[in-house]
């Protein structure tokens, strides 16, 4: 729903900037004679500015349009047309007295709030896009570099703790960019693998939105933005790829034995998303392919979907979509000093970190990632056939994949979270983390959480050691007998305790 669908329903900032003055906006913005008057109304309408954009905007205003507000905020009407009040508030949550009384667990869901709805103002504002900031606002990039630098200090200066007291660095634990890089290109150049093993071959698509869609191109266009925040254009575009699957599944083409792939995110200038795809097919079933998306993507032309040629590998192809929709830098990144191909991977790991925008992912393929990592992991403690493990140690996923041995197990799941796979009738399971700062040894809470939740499965259950600490897999809450537990299993933090 773009704003002028809604507009009738909503308390936009408009109507309180209106309600205010008591007078049509229109004869306010005629008003210029009246010195005071106009004064007052620029004063008000930049307090309806995100503080942590106004000195942003200010920039701007005083650069590019001889510190005239008013021509400015004409340039931004559908800010003030679309924003609510409750949508600045959320901007500027952190000096509220609610996210100082919070704790960690509520600070992180007023962030989250805060993060898409301040990216939504950035570009309703037009910081972004055209003559502005390239992906991203200069100040939300400012405020990732230093939310970078935070999380790479926090990594390396803590600890996780195990059930039976062992202590790991944080930094031993978490995967580096080199290894997120290897298996990303390992697994693309094993989809290769298997479709040169079919006779098969390529095409890379581009996915795009509308004109409406875009908040302030570069290029000049004859459609009007209609208001919708990037986080909910991501999530339409989405969901027109997904409709794009269930049509070929529909038609009987199905992902995994018709064809396989990978999608990468990436942003616009303007800070809205667009996605490219790799897709490895029989050269019979291009065609079909290509007919789905039209339908669901009038605007696919030649440029955007493109035939293997001949003339280079898919695997070399899709390099570069890779590295910018991954987070391809680690600690020792100097962001004061770094080229322009980086900086637009930094620009663009910010567009999808405030939008929560997956960067990459795999099709036809999906499940069996999780299993080799757990597999790997946990290899001695799952006394595998040798054949399997040999495998494994090869790292050799395209021999694990066409012998079909990832159906052998089976992922586990409680509240769509991974605790482990299930083989042979056995559930093993992966080992829970207590992340600490500085930690001797562990809460007896801690201890006896595992302890009851391994009784409950004590007839199947295997717990093993898994040494990760993963962002995406966690388990929110444990509940028994009017004790509560907020425990997010490998990722919750005790600040400044000693035991």
Known sequence: MNYNDKKENIKSLKSYIINKFNHNINELND????????????????????????????????????????????????????FELENLSKCNIKD???????????????????????????????????????????????????????????????????????????????????????EKLNLINVQEKIAESKNWTWCFITLTLEGE???????????????????????????????????????????????????????????????????????????KIREAFSFHFPNLNDESFKINNGQAKASSYIFKYVMKSITSYDSNIDFEYIDKEQKNAVLNNAFRSYNFIRGFSFFG????????????????AMNLPIQIEELVKENNLYELLTQNYFDMFENQYIENAFIGCKYLGNLFMKNFFSLVRKALNIKEETISIHSKFAEIKENEVKLILSHNYSRENRLTAFEEENNYFNWLFDRRLINNQSF
């Open 31 to 82: 008003s210029l004679e009246n010195e005071q008057l106009y004064n007052q109304l620029v004063e008000t309408k930049l307090s309806y500015i995100p503080v942590d954009l106004k000195d942003e905007v200010c920039f701007y205003v005083k650069e590019q349009f001889n510190n005239n507000f008013e021509e400015y905020f004409k340039t931004v009407e559908i800010y003030f047309e679309t």
């Open 96 to 182: 509220s007295a609610i996210y100082e009384q919070s704790n960690t667990k509520g600070r992180r869901f007023l962030n989250r709030e805060r993060k898409h709805n301040l990216w939504h103002a950035s570009v309703l504002l037009k910081l972004v896009g055209k003559n502005r900031g390239k992906y991203s606002s200069n100040s939300i990039f400012n405020e990732f570099k230093m939310s970078k630098k935070k999380e790479f200090e926090f990594i390396e200066n803590c600890k996780i703790v195990n059930k039976d007291k062992k202590v790991f660095n944080l930094k031993d634990c978490v995967k580096t960019v080199k290894q997120s890089i290897a």
């Open 213 to 287: 869609y875009h908040p302030n191109p570069s290029f000049e266009s004859k459609t009007k933005y209609n208001g919708i925040s990037p986080k909910e254009s991501a999530k339409y575009l989405n969901e027109k790829n997904k409709k794009v699957r269930s049509l070929l599944a529909y038609r009987g083409i199905k992902a995994g034995r018709d064809y396989i792939g990978c999608s990468s995110a990436e942003a616009h200038k303007d800070g809205c998303l667009h996605k490219h795809l790799l897709f490895f097919c029989s050269a019979e079933m291009l065609e």
């Open 365 to 380: 393929i999906e499940n069996c990632l999780t299993k080799f990592r757990f597999i790997a992991r946990n290899l001695k």
